[in-house]
């Protein structure tokens, strides 16, 4: 059995800060590609930068420009998942650049999509 102990638990309000690691620093939730749904955390926009191009721009920035990404869901216009990749070139510490493809790996635009970050805040 183990044992969990804790010194101190603080709220401080919905703020991007936070004392804990592995705690997911950002999430979106993007509907169309470009409006942002309703479940976002260190969310400042989202752009549509072309089919199959969304930027998310984070309203605090990270350490720096290399932070682990995961993606929740995604689903295409007729309702099937599609192929989602995230960080290239585009990618900064407050902008995170990310690709979806359908299966034959054409750029598709996403009806729904919701993606984690997780790494040190600036």
């Known amino acids: ?3 969990l102990q804790v010194t101190n638990i603080q709220a401080t309000g ?5 004392a804990v690691s592995g705690v997911a620093a950002s999430s979106v939730s993007v509907e169309t590609n470009s409006t942002l749904g309703s479940f976002n955390l260190n969310i400042s ?3 549509d930068g072309g ?18 990404y995961g993606i929740g869901s995604s ?3 007729s309702g099937a998942g ?3 990749r ?3 070139s585009s990618t900064t510490a407050s902008l995170y650049s990310i690709r979806s493809y359908d299966s034959s790996n054409n750029a598709v635009d996403l009806s ?3 993606h984690v970050f997780h790494g040190d805040l600036s």
Do not use: H
């Open 86 to 88: 995230g960080a290239n």
């Open 112 to 114: 729904w999509q919701a």
């Open 14 to 18: 919905e703020t991007a800060s936070r």
């Open 51 to 68: 089919t199959g191009v969304l930027s998310v721009n984070m309203l605090v920035a990270f350490g720096g420009n290399i932070y682990n």
């Open 1 to 3: 059995m183990s044992t």
């Open 75 to 77: 689903i295409n216009g």
């Open 82 to 84: 599609s192929t989602v």
């Open 45 to 47: 926009s989202v752009s």
